[in-house]
């Protein structure tokens, strides 16, 4: 079973992934298949070693939307260490704490199992990708080590072993909370259901009306749909009609059988949510596109420029939008737009 799973994946990098033929020859498939087959002799091919063949295959590509994750289940769970970091220099600084009570958020990691930093940064470049050091994803670095030495913020230093806590279930965030009486602070974890920021605008809509100033949290945006904010985007713009093209936003699609059908099967389910017809249409109008051109490569399917017009309200007169190097996908689509808004300021990476 796992060694047909591992064939699908090559599949689809050899085939489906959009870099398939930019990065060909960059993978090492039949190093990780004897791993596979060696493992599977000796009874040792658990869910989690798996995972970690497959995600560590997939490092190859250098692409951080390539990635393969354990679906925590009854049998097996999924854990982490309970707390996250960003590199600064030759240190780890603490930057969220979930479950892991004996460090707190600024205490500063000095080295893992006796190993300073930057050494460890140099060893794990591949699985780190990145070139700049607060873009580095330390989660799966940390998880390889027993111990860390931590500096705690009032300058003592102790030593701790590492544990594996079973990981937190994600619970979406979608809230509005008042500042002062002129600022409210919104928080939006994702952009995956079409319904969330609309109910969260009727819920404060007396609020955003009246109130000089919105900021606006996509730190840690997952992604999703650019449909899940469509009714948010009237009050990041200002007072009447504002036309904006998204010039940057033309895409090629890969137009291959599998992913069409997976394409196909998710805007399936997606379509059931949507209520707007024009939407509907449209996502319609792609999938008949789409369809047309498997088997010819590389197409457009649209070829006219992205654009909305947008009627923007008075209030909130001042909007900042704050950014980071965790916010995604459609998360990256919503700055993008916000950068458009002449009463708007983006903050952040």
Request: charged letters at 30%; a negative charge.
């Amino acid at each position: 079973m796992n060694a047909k799973i591992f064939n699908e994946i090559v599949s689809i990098t050899h085939h489906d992934y959009s870099g398939s033929e930019d990065k060909r020859g960059w993978d090492n498939p039949e190093k990780y298949k004897c791993q596979i087959a060696l493992l599977e002799e000796r009874n040792e091919l658990t869910p989690e070693a798996f995972t970690n063949l497959v995600q560590d295959y997939l490092l190859d590509f250098k692409d951080r939307h390539m990635y393969f994750k354990l679906t925590g289940s009854k049998e097996h769970k999924v854990h982490d260490n309970g707390f996250q970091v960003k590199r600064f220099g030759d240190k780890l600084y603490i930057t969220h704490v979930s479950k892991e009570e004996r460090v707190n958020i600024g205490d500063i990691i000095l080295s893992l199992d006796n190993k300073p930093i930057s050494e460890l940064a140099r060893k794990h470049k591949r699985e780190l990708i990145e070139d700049v050091a607060e873009r580095e994803n330390w989660k799966q670095v940390i998880q390889k080590y027993s111990n860390c030495e931590v500096k705690e913020i009032n300058g003592d230093i102790k030593m701790i072993d590492l544990k594996q806590y079973e990981k937190s279930k994600y619970v979406p965030q979608h809230t509005v909370q008042k500042v002062n009486n002129d600022t409210l602070l919104m928080t939006l974890s994702d952009f995956s259901s079409l319904t969330a920021i609309p109910d969260l605008i009727a819920d404060v809509e007396e609020d955003l009306q009246t109130v000089p100033n919105l900021i606006v949290d996509v730190r840690e945006n997952g992604g999703g749909s650019d449909a899940a904010y469509k009714e948010l985007m009237p009050y990041l713009f200002p007072e009447g009609s504002t036309h904006v093209t998204f010039e940057d936003s033309m895409h090629s699609y890969h137009c291959t059988r599998r992913n069409f059908e997976l394409t196909k099967k998710y805007l399936g389910q997606f379509m059931e949510e949507v209520q707007d017809k024009e939407l509907k249409e449209h996502l319609h109008m792609f999938l008949v596109k789409f369809e047309e051109n498997v088997g010819n490569g590389f197409k457009i399917l649209f070829e006219e420029t992205p654009s909305m017009t947008i009627e923007g309200k008075k209030f909130p007169q001042q909007v900042v939008v704050l950014t980071d190097v965790n916010c995604g996908s459609a998360g990256e689509d919503f700055v993008e737009s916000c950068k458009k808004s002449s009463k708007a300021t983006v903050i952040g990476r």
